[in-house]
């Protein structure tokens, strides 16, 4: 059946800033399916409230609306525009329950706007657990014993029938969010009184556990016609009890029977089925018992593109998001093309000859007095994945991408070697768990011991003893006579270079250059979805160690985009969103475009952003040998964050050209000494400052300093371990934290400007000719960190000297540091004095802000000054419009209610939205003013 031609315009709702539990993923998804459905000639309107995405990008809609995920916002738009339907999938729960609050009062109906991609009935019966329990019960579904309560006694009379240990998770809301296991009466009664408040409909469901049992996913896909296709089968490397989203998953499933699956594939496409008629995607997760039988459960069915699609879609090769979408408007999948084969259509399942292994990324040290024991309720900030022929290599490489400070699983001389510590952590896992499964079996622990402990299936802790017995067995070499075979062999399994250095006691350097006189060298192969079957259009590789290479240079101008890495705290998806377009702007200069990444959340890892993507750690190993494959004429750095940027000075040293901002610049501006030496010479203000390297030093430099300080390490983002001292012991302690966690770093001291107003300016630099593209006031006073700050664009009270200053520091910082591309100046401003705190010559997290504030594409022409293909001059910019953006920070901590929620130096935000204003009587204006302005004063 051909498309349905009575849909002319479709609305898509997004899924709002970021937090945990529903992230970039969605931009992924919402960018997709706007893609999708515009290639059919279809008027995309989008509405969304976080600047910092792709999918807010002017290029990807018709009509974009920076607006709240309100039902007022919603009605705004249908009044303004023709709408003919609705598909609410791509945004997560934020967007179903939007679409559920409209439908209730009428709006869809009033402005005749159909739903597509899913109906009401269908979010409703899996949304209230006891309908769908209900309806489970008539289709033949077995579910563990589950029963809803709407009330606290309600709950307790479950919980009586019942018996412990007993699952409790709050109905419509996402993350997990209220989810926990209770083991006595006493947890019962706290986990029963938060989940009903934290449920909207004022509703949990409480399940009898499944502790122990294997959990997986399918992701699902239907058209009109009934035909469905599983696209994935995802394991979970850790049992039921930790939410998927922060357990390690791998695909395809490891260590499932082909007729257990067959049964599990039966069950998934009987519940899509049975929840309604609509054509579009499903993930369904179910939990098996860990016995020779194999009984499978269900656990529930998301009617929609969800956090695991994005992983799938990475995983195969096959884009979920964009075959719903077309599905939703009418299409069968026999009449939709592979997107990677272009030669065979979308009715078809992915055969995969190769393994995915996806760890999530936490940021516990952003939450002072969080607890960091996973459980049912997700916490993690990101995730990244490794691509690679076997589980192990796989399994290495998403370590390697981790950026926790550790060279893959091991080998690295970082293992925790006390037993009664390790016994502890595998009894309350936590983001360390998989490093310590590993010290618990090289220390010796039995596996019986792991197993009973942990629950996890011994067939992945066989494969974790494999390499530490490979490990005892490289260790009896040294680089000058280890064989070829023992070494490829390591190579296959995934371990670096630095690793195999670490266990013959010699150079990373070194061990490349005998593998690389072995003749052991990294090759290329395309995701294609079919196992080689059929050949593969598109250039979406992953490396590994082999005889024949798939991937085929070009003799094309060519330049590398260095990705982001996992999202964390301080560096999340406004990377991503410069990234992409930092690519989109080379191939418009006629530069074929080479994207590396290991997040498989992001719009940059699509296969069809860049002209060939490699799925890689950003990590040197990886990044080096792609660099030596393809030859670009460079590599761009300064999009990518800190991630890209701690990889400048090892490109500069082995001669591999930074374009844009030279790395003598980058460093000249993290260098306090120089950088305050170069202000000086240009007669800017800075604060008093010093650079010490221990806690000694510290105290010594206070006394010239002076209470309060800022005392910080340097090269990080998001104001990491950055902390205001007040007296010698506060200082002193702070200090020694930093070099435990950070050993090595040299740590600023600056004095602290108490009671100063925060501004920060962000420009565009050809090396000559400086653009400033916004200046932004902070509501809070000096003192919050940036991230965490609303902020006022343009300023709402800096008068004309104010102004002027800041104006003229920046077109001197900019053009002192040579910069060429990017560059953020952050300033506190005190007694009519702009004092400089530091300068960034990079993409920073207000760019994305700054460009949808003013709906200008600021990094495309960043990037054509970077290639040398423009200078500033060639630019016609666009005056600005009147009127203010705020930015309002997010932040995500209903997913840890003890911890410390005192803003300061540190980011603690997980994203942000976007508040457009007439003028500053506005009342949301003259609210949070009221509220943040004096913050630190309360």
Not at 879 to 894: D, L, M
Request: aromatic share 8%; hydrophobic share 40%.
């Amino acid at each position: 059946m051909p498309r349905d031609t009575s849909i002319r315009s479709v609305l898509i709702i997004g899924s709002g800033p970021i937090v945990i539990g529903q992230a970039c993923e969605f931009d992924y998804a919402g960018s997709q399916a706007a893609r999708s459905l515009r290639e059919e000639g279809i008027e995309v309107t989008l509405i969304n409230s976080n600047p910092a995405t792709i999918m807010t990008d002017p290029v990807m809609a018709d009509n974009v609306y920076l607006l709240p995920l309100e039902t007022e916002s919603i009605e705004e738009i249908l009044k303004k525009h023709d709408i003919d339907a609705v598909l609410p999938t791509m945004g997560g729960q934020t967007a179903l329950n939007l679409c559920i609050k409209c439908d209730e009062m009428g709006l869809w109906e009033e402005y005749g706007v159909k739903l597509i991609g899913v109906d009401i009935a269908a979010i409703d019966i899996t949304e209230n657990r006891e309908e769908f329990r209900l309806l489970m019960e008539r289709i033949g579904v077995p579910m563990a014993r589950q029963a809803t309560a709407k009330s606290f006694l309600e709950g307790k009379e479950v919980a009586q029938d019942f018996g412990y240990p007993l699952c409790i998770r709050s109905s419509y809301t996402l993350g997990g969010a209220g989810a926990a296991f209770v083991h006595t009466p006493e947890e019962f009664e706290v986990s029963l009184t938060r989940g009903l408040h934290l449920s909207p409909i004022h509703e949990v469901m409480i399940d009898k556990a499944l502790l122990g049992w294997k959990e997986f996913e399918l992701e699902l896909l239907r058209d009109k016609n009934d035909n469905v296709v599983i696209i994935c089968s995802i394991e979970n490397f850790d049992p039921m009890g930790i939410h998927t989203g922060d357990s390690i998953t791998v695909a395809p499933a490891m260590t499932l029977s082909d007729s257990t699956y067959q049964r599990m594939r039966d069950m998934a496409i009987k519940m899509m089925r049975a929840i309604g008629d609509f054509a579009g995607g499903c993930n369904v997760q179910f939990a098996v018992s860990p016995d020779d039988a194999e009984d499978i459960y269900a656990i529930e069915i998301n009617p929609r593109v969800s956090r695991s699609s994005a992983l799938a879609s990475k995983a195969t090769g096959y884009p979920i998001a964009k075959i719903a979408s077309k599905l939703a408007i009418g299409y069968n999948l026999d009449e939709l093309d592979n997107q990677i084969t272009k030669t065979t259509s979308a009715y078809f399942e992915p055969t995969l000859d190769y393994v995915i292994v996806k760890i999530p990324r936490w940021n516990f040290d952003k939450f002072q007095g969080a607890d960091r024991e996973l459980g049912l309720q997700m916490k993690s900030v990101g995730e990244v994945m490794g691509i690679g022929r076997s589980f192990q290599e796989a399994l290495q490489k998403a370590c390697q991408s981790l950026e926790v400070g550790r060279n893959g699983l091991g080998a690295d001389g970082k293992e925790l070697r006390d037993q009664a510590a390790i016994l502890h952590s595998l009894r309350r896992p936590s983001w360390n768990r998989l490093f310590h499964i590993y010290d618990a079996i090289k220390l010796g622990i039995p596996f019986r011991t792991i197993h009973e402990i942990t629950k996890i299936d011994l067939w992945f802790l066989k494969q974790i003893e494999e390499l530490i017995l490979l490990e005892g067995e490289i260790s009896k070499f040294d680089v000058s006579n280890i064989s070829r075979d023992l070494l490829f062999e390591a190579k296959q399994k995934g371990y670096a270079d630095r690793q195999i250095a670490h266990l013959l006691k010699c150079l990373e350097s070194e061990v490349y250059n005998r593998r690389d006189e072995l003749k052991i060298n990294r090759v290329y192969k395309l995701v294609d979805t079919c196992a080689a079957e059929f050949e593969a259009m598109t250039p979406y590789y992953y490396s590994t160690f082999d005889e024949e290479n798939e991937s085929i240079k070009s003799d094309k101008k060519k330049i590398v985009v260095l990705g982001s890495g996992p999202n964390r705290i301080g560096q999340g998806i406004e990377f991503d969103y410069c990234c992409v377009h930092g690519v989109l702007a080379a191939k418009e200069c006629g530069y074929e475009t080479i994207m590396i990444n290991c997040n498989p959340e992001t719009v940059s890892t699509d296969f069809d952003t860049a002209d060939k993507l490699y799925f890689e750690p950003v990590f040197w190993e990886h990044i080096f040998d792609i660099i030596r494959h393809e030859d670009p004429v460079g590599v761009i750095v300064q999009l990518g964050g800190q991630t890209a940027l701690k990889l400048a000075e090892k490109l500069e040293r082995y001669g591999i050209k930074i374009l844009g901002t030279s790395y003598r610049a980058l460093d000249l501006a993290e260098d306090r000494g120089s950088f305050s030496s170069l202000l000086e010479s240009n007669n800017i203000p800075f604060p008093k400052f010093g650079v010490v390297e221990s806690a000694e030093q510290a105290l010594e430099l206070s006394d010239d300093l002076g209470f309060p300080l800022l005392v910080r390490p340097s090269y990080v983002l998001g104001g990491q371990k950055m902390k205001i001292v007040i007296n010698r012991e506060d200082l002193e302690t702070h200090v020694v934290n930093i070099l435990h966690d950070l050993p090595g770093n040299k740590i600023l001291l600056d004095h602290f400007l108490d009671g100063a107003i925060e501004a920060e300016a962000d420009a565009i630099c050809d090396g000559k000719d400086v653009y400033i593209l916004g200046i932004m006031q902070h509501i809070e006073p000096a003192g919050i960190h940036s991230g965490d700050s609303f902020g006022v664009l343009p300023p709402y009270n800096l008068g004309d000297l104010i102004m002027a200053q800041i104006e003229e520091q920046v077109k001197t910082i900019a053009v002192a540091l040579e910069t060429v591309g990017l560059i953020n100046i952050q300033f506190a401003i005190k007694d009519d004095v702009v004092y400089v705190i530091e300068a960034n010559p990079r993409a920073s997290r207000t760019v994305p802000f700054i460009a949808k504030a003013y709906r200008e594409p600021y990094v495309n022409y960043a990037t054509k000054l970077m290639l040398g293909e423009a200078k500033v001059k060639d630019f016609n910019f666009k005056p600005h419009k009147e009127g203010y953006a705020i930015k309002i920070p997010v932040f995500s901590y209903e997913k840890f209610p003890n911890v410390n929620k005192e803003l300061g130096p540190e980011m603690k935000s997980t994203g942000e939205a976007i508040r457009f204003i007439k003028d500053l009587k506005d009342p949301y204006f003259r609210k949070i003013y009221s509220e943040r302005n004096l913050y630190l004063s309360k």
